[in-house]
């Protein structure tokens, strides 16, 4: 029976980008997958810059940046009344905090296929596409596995230290082990049409959140030339008559004329929010929809379920090496639940402020009071206030932790300028593992045990650069060095009462350094 270092069962694009990274990590993976062909059908449509940067560390950020939409002039994602006429809203920008762009559309088919293709390519990869696992047992050290041929009868037995259950939101995996859902209260019908605009289209640049007192919906302006719907069903509307051709053209005319368009896909939905009460259990964890599901609103289901298995990525090679015991790999759900709830919750939010605002222009066609404001709700919306939560628990500097610092986010990434004259990303001059990040050599100055502590986690220190574009981190207005972590979060920075050598110790024990 062979044995792996991982397995993973599903390979859409969560479990693709974990078997990508894990291998160029030096894992050997085995991967299965029920469908031989990718979905030919667009889900997701944006990708945040964070998973962008996650495979620029191995060389395919520019190759996976290639395959996404450039901001186009005037291009915006604004909240509307039922006129289209914008409430508040945000312009793209084409470069952010992680050195690429903070958000970038795509068509899902195209980016699934490279990344399926960049998973299999791999030598340290072994896959089973068109297979099934029928069924797993535990063992001291290992799962084993066993899986069957979708189209015959051949079968394979496996084992594997650790078992990634990217197999979406029917998990048999999350099935098997009677791990229960928690609701976040969000579950509403929902028309979803893709079209290909053609010429002659009325569309728009702009992301709209349209809150119509006569129908809630959105419009995505997703990469050319494709567009979105979402309507939210009313009250006594049913899946079957949604989906009949002419309420179909009826609701896209109001956006643009037939025959400036052909559909791709029209099918109905129900919105969820939920997560997932345990994402570990003993050597199989959980990731991508399998641990959470979230209405698309916020554009967070796909890039949370990257996030999962970018926060793995450098915890399994660490704790199979032998540098780091298996305890570490216990505060992947203790970071990435509470991160991933705490988005599902912000999608949630966005959703009731859509019917607050829907509400509101209620009231005042009807001349009676409108609802109160409630600010909270109203932050929620696109650049109202509320931003992506820090890492609370962990392995960061849990003394640091706030809303308005640096630790537990991620580190901000600048083009830099190297003594030699070369403009390059930060990151790219940061090595793969743990690296020490000051302004100049004097701040970098530690002593023989913390050296031993960063060369164990491949580790390296880094300073006296030049920004070209973007900045600094904020926390060098304050601190003289930073530790970040190999998923480019910040572990922690040094203070007036904390020395280098000090968070060096802090980051052995919370990675339980061997």
Same mark, same amino acid.
């Given at each position: 029976?062979?044995?792996?270092?991982?397995?993973?069962?599903?390979?859409?694009?969560?479990?693709?980008?974990?078997?990508?990274?894990?291998?160029?990590a030096?894992?050997? $993976?085995?991967?299965?997958?029920?469908?031989?062909?990718?979905y030919?059908?667009?889900?997701?449509?944006? *990708?945040?810059?964070?998973v962008?940067?996650?495979?620029?560390?191995?060389?395919?950020?520019?190759?996976?940046?290639?395959?996404?939409?450039?901001?186009?002039?005037?291009?915006?994602?604004?909240?509307?009344?039922?006129?289209?006429?914008p409430?508040?809203?945000?312009?793209f920008?084409?470069?952010g905090?992680?050195?690429?762009?903070?958000?970038?559309?795509?068509?899902?088919?195209?980016?699934?296929?490279?990344?399926?293709?960049?998973?299999?390519? !791999?030598?340290?990869?072994?896959?089973?596409?068109?297979?099934?696992?029928?069924?797993?047992?535990?063992?001291? @050290?290992?799962?084993?596995?066993?899986?069957?041929?979708?189209?015959?009868?051949?079968?394979?037995?496996? #084992?594997?230290?650790y078992?990634?259950?990217?197999?979406?939101?029917?998990?048999?995996f999350?099935?098997?082990?009677?791990?229960?859902?928690? #609701?976040?209260?969000?579950?509403?019908?929902?028309?979803?049409v893709?079209i290909?605009?053609?010429?002659?289209?009325?569309?728009?640049?702009?992301?709209?959140?349209?809150?119509?007192?006569?129908?809630?919906?959105?419009?995505?302006?997703?990469k050319?030339?494709?567009?979105?719907?979402?309507?939210?069903?009313?009250?006594?509307?049913?899946?079957?008559?949604?989906?009949?051709?002419?309420?179909?053209?009826?609701?896209?005319? +109001?956006?643009?004329?037939?025959?400036?368009?052909t559909?791709?896909?029209?099918? *109905?939905?129900?919105?969820?929010?939920?997560?997932?009460?345990?994402w570990r259990?003993?050597?199989?964890?959980?990731? /991508?929809?399998a641990? !959470?599901q979230?209405?698309?609103?916020? /554009?967070?289901?796909?890039?949370?379920?990257?996030?999962?298995?970018?926060?793995?990525?450098?915890?399994?090679?660490l704790?199979?090496?032998g540098?780091?015991?298996?305890?570490?790999?216990?505060?992947y759900?203790?970071?990435?639940?509470?991160?991933?709830?705490?988005?599902?919750?912000?999608?949630?939010?966005?959703?009731? &402020?859509?019917?607050?605002?829907?509400?509101?222009?209620?009231?005042?066609?009807?001349? $009676?009071?409108?609802?109160?404001?409630?600010?909270?709700r109203?932050a #929620?919306?696109?650049?109202?206030?509320?931003?992506?939560?820090?890492?609370?628990?962990?392995?960061?500097?849990l003394?640091?932790?706030?809303? #308005?610092?640096?630790?537990?986010?991620?580190?901000?990434?600048p083009?830099?300028?190297?003594?030699?004259?070369?403009?390059r990303?930060?990151?790219d001059?940061?090595?793969?593992?743990?690296?020490? $990040?000051?302004?100049?050599?004097?701040?970098?100055? !530690?002593?023989?045990?913390?050296?031993?502590i960063?060369?164990? &986690? /491949?580790? @390296?220190?880094?300073?006296?650069?030049?920004?070209?574009?973007? !900045?600094?981190?904020?926390?060098?207005?304050?601190?003289?060095?930073?530790?970040?972590?190999?998923?480019?979060? $910040?572990? /922690?920075?040094?203070? +007036?009462?904390?020395?280098?050598?000090?968070?060096?110790?802090?980051?052995?024990?919370?990675?339980?350094?061997?």
């Amino acid at each position: 029976m062979k044995h792996f270092d991982v397995a993973i069962v599903g390979l859409g694009p969560v479990g693709c980008a974990a078997a990508i990274l894990l291998a160029h990590a030096g894992m050997r $993976v085995v991967v299965f997958e029920r469908d031989r062909e990718v979905y030919r059908l667009p889900r997701a449509v944006n *990708m945040d810059g964070e998973v962008v940067r996650a495979f620029q560390r191995i060389g395919l950020g520019e190759e996976l940046n290639a395959l996404l939409q450039p901001v186009r002039p005037g291009e915006s994602v604004a909240f509307t009344n039922s006129k289209r006429e914008p409430i508040f809203s945000n312009a793209f920008t084409d470069f952010g905090r992680n050195g690429w762009q903070p958000g970038s559309f795509f068509d899902q088919p195209e980016v699934d296929a490279w990344l399926r293709a960049r998973a299999l390519e !791999h030598a340290a990869v072994e896959s089973y596409v068109g297979w099934q696992v029928s069924g797993f047992v535990e063992h001291p @050290g290992r799962v084993e596995l066993n899986a069957d041929e979708l189209d015959s009868d051949a079968k394979v037995d496996c #084992s594997a230290a650790y078992v990634l259950a990217c197999d979406g939101a029917s998990s048999i995996f999350r099935n098997l082990l009677n791990i229960n859902w928690n #609701s976040l209260g969000y579950d509403h019908d929902w028309l979803v049409v893709d079209i290909e605009a053609l010429t002659g289209n009325t569309l728009t640049t702009t992301t709209m959140q349209i809150c119509d007192p006569d129908r809630i919906s959105t419009y995505v302006c997703s990469k050319d030339p494709y567009r979105r719907w979402e309507f939210k069903l009313n009250p006594g509307e049913t899946w079957e008559e949604m989906l009949e051709p002419e309420r179909i053209r009826l609701l896209i005319e +109001a956006f643009t004329p037939a025959g400036t368009y052909t559909i791709r896909r029209a099918a *109905m939905y129900q919105f969820h929010a939920a997560v997932a009460d345990e994402w570990r259990r003993s050597r199989i964890l959980l990731a /991508g929809d399998a641990a !959470h599901q979230t209405p698309p609103f916020l /554009g967070q289901g796909m890039n949370a379920g990257m996030r999962d298995v970018i926060n793995r990525g450098w915890k399994i090679p660490l704790g199979l090496a032998g540098v780091a015991d298996d305890a570490l790999l216990d505060t992947y759900e203790e970071e990435r639940k509470a991160h991933a709830t705490d988005l599902v919750d912000w999608a949630v939010a966005i959703g009731k &402020l859509m019917e607050h605002l829907a509400a509101v222009e209620a009231a005042e066609r009807a001349g $009676v009071e409108p609802p109160k404001p409630d600010e909270d709700r109203r932050a #929620s919306g696109y650049g109202q206030g509320r931003d992506q939560p820090p890492i609370r628990d962990g392995v960061v500097c849990l003394d640091q932790v706030s809303d #308005s610092g640096s630790t537990g986010y991620l580190f901000s990434q600048p083009i830099v300028q190297t003594a030699g004259g070369d403009e390059r990303r930060l990151d790219d001059l940061m090595g793969p593992g743990v690296c020490i $990040v000051g302004r100049t050599e004097a701040d970098l100055v !530690h002593d023989a045990g913390s050296a031993e502590i960063i060369r164990k &986690l /491949g580790g @390296g220190c880094l300073e006296g650069l030049t920004e070209v574009r973007g !900045h600094f981190d904020r926390l060098f207005a304050h601190s003289r060095a930073a530790i970040v972590r190999p998923d480019r979060y $910040v572990f /922690g920075h040094t203070t +007036a009462d904390l020395t280098l050598d000090e968070l060096i110790s802090q980051l052995a024990d919370a990675v339980t350094v061997r």
